[in-house]
């Protein structure tokens, strides 16, 4: 079993920044893809980025340029940077975690943080 615990959420302008963490714990060698989904009021949750293990990212149009994903694998942590943020933006983050490979289009995400939330103002 892996467990997943968010971190780093709050309050931000527009144009402002806030950096997310993603602590791994329990069977995390079992972890090959970290992603990051957001879900605003009303709307479906949506990915925003994926780490796979050995280093390669993704990111939706919708966050690239401005997010960046990173990991530290020695302690056991994702994380996401977020830059430039506009009320868009604000939404309940989420991150989780695949045994698999997964890709843009989808993936068996097995394990899930419990969310943290970003607020946005204009």
């Known amino acids: 079993q892996v467990q997943l615990v968010e971190s780093g959420g709050g309050w931000v302008q527009t144009g402002g920044s806030l950096r997310l963490s993603c602590v791994a714990s329990?069977?995390?060698?079992?972890?090959?893809?970290t992603a990051w989904f957001r879900q605003a009021p009303g709307q479906e949750r949506e990915l925003a980025a994926i780490?796979?293990?050995?280093?390669?990212?993704y990111y939706t149009d919708a966050v690239k340029g401005r997010f960046t994903v990173s990991r530290d694998n020695a302690k056991n942590t994702v994380y996401l940077q977020m830059d430039s943020l506009t009320p868009n933006d604000t939404a309940v983050y989420y991150c989780?975690?695949?045994?698999?490979?997964?890709?843009?289009?989808?993936?068996?995400?097995?394990?899930w943080g419990q969310g943290t939330q970003v607020t946005v103002s204009s």
């Open positions: 780490s796979w293990l050995r280093g390669s990212r």
């Open positions: 329990g069977r995390t060698d079992e972890i090959y893809s």
């Open positions: 989780a975690g695949a045994r698999d490979i997964t890709t843009p289009r989808g993936g068996n995400y097995e394990y």
